[in-house]
Nanobody, 125 residues
Framework: LQPVESGGGLVQPGGSLRLSCAGSGFTLVYYTVAWFRQAPGKEREGVACISSSGGSTALEDSVKGRFTISRGNTKNTVFLQMNSLNPEDTAVYYC???????????????????WGQGTQVTVSS
């Protein structure tokens, strides 16, 4: 049981990417889902969160106004739309599925049960 991420790649500064997360062996419909990222030499940080209904979301301060988290029409896929990317956004991005509930203000402070393998995002000219 594992979320599966896709959509990473190389993009120039100022560009956009959309990451996708889907459940493998289970459905994400019943879980609060978050995106984390980890850059080389840095700790993993929570970036964005969305509740199972999609009615509750949270974003880390450095990505507010640039990133958007959403669910697809069936709610089994979670997207992270990333705009105005800069080199500081370079990291491996992970999808995590956690207990049903409202997103915490601090995305990282929550119970996440399932983690994906990650997808690399590189922002460079």
């Amino acid at each position: 049981l594992q979320p599966v991420e896709s959509g990473g790649g190389l993009v120039q500064p100022g560009g956009s990417l959309r990451l996708s997360c889907a459940g493998s062996g289970f459905t994400l419909v019943y879980y609060t889902v978050a995106w984390f990222r980890q850059a080389p030499g840095k700790e993993r940080e929570g970036v964005a969160c969305i509740s199972s209904s999609g009615g509750s979301t949270a974003l880390e301060d450095s990505v507010k106004g640039r990133f958007t988290i959403s669910r697809g029409n069936t709610k089994n896929t979670v997207f992270l739309q990333m705009n105005s990317l800069n080199p500081e956004d370079t990291a491996v991005y992970y999808c995590a599925a956690g207990r049903h509930g409202t997103c915490p203000q601090d995305v990282g402070k929550y119970d996440y049960y399932y983690w994906g393998q990650g997808t690399q995002v590189t922002v460079s000219s």
